[in-house]
């Protein structure tokens, strides 16, 4: 009978910590980080194609790496930026991106999860209808960072929800082995 009780006692124990832990775990929410391309630290150029790759920091101290070759741009994030698969990714089509980047972490903690950022597409055929908005959700996994999904902003109306429900959802996404998935309606914005 004590087998019982103590078998109760030790479940009534496991279920309140449970969910004294799930009470206290924080929800996540955004930080936003302006970036001035103008502003940031040149560490490479190449004269000789116009390839560059810079440094930017936050007020906050946290490091974005841009490098630009080919009219495509490819990001790294935090001080292994340089490193990351995510450096050596980019979409397809001649690109840019918008110099404001959403970082996705839990409240009250420093480091973010997952990064979304907004590139801007063109099909390089000189026609305004083959212009687009992509949404790029990046992993932020400690020191590598990859892309996780594209969202084609222009064709879907709820862009930025479907971005951060797939930055918040990550689990089981690996950096080393999983490839970028296009996620929404498709079909509008050069990917």
Request: charged share 25%; proline share 4%.
């Amino acid at each position: 009978m004590q087998y019982f009780r103590l078998i109760g006692i030790s479940a009534s124990f496991a279920l309140g910590l449970s969910l004294s832990t799930v009470a206290n775990a924080q929800g996540p929410e955004s930080r936003y980080i302006n970036f001035n391309l103008d502003a940031c630290e040149t560490i490479e150029r190449d004269e000789e194609s116009g390839a560059i790759i810079q440094r930017c920091n936050d007020e906050g101290d946290y490091e974005i790496y841009v490098a630009e070759g080919d009219l495509r741009y490819f990001i790294g994030y935090g001080p292994n930026g340089l490193n990351q698969r995510a450096f050596s990714q980019t979409l397809a089509p001649f690109n840019h991106v918008n110099n404001v980047v959403e970082l996705r972490q839990y409240e009250g903690e420093s480091e973010p999860y997952a990064a979304i950022l907004r590139y801007y597409t063109d099909s390089g055929m000189g026609d305004d209808n083959a212009k687009g908005e992509v949404l790029v959700v990046t992993k932020l996994d400690g020191g590598e960072a990859c892309h996780m999904a594209y969202i084609d902003a222009r064709a879907n109306p709820n862009a930025n929800e479907l971005a951060r429900e797939i930055a918040d959802g990550d689990e089981g996404f690996d950096c080393l082995k999983d490839d970028p998935q296009v996620i929404g309606k498709t079909g509008v914005s050069p990917m």
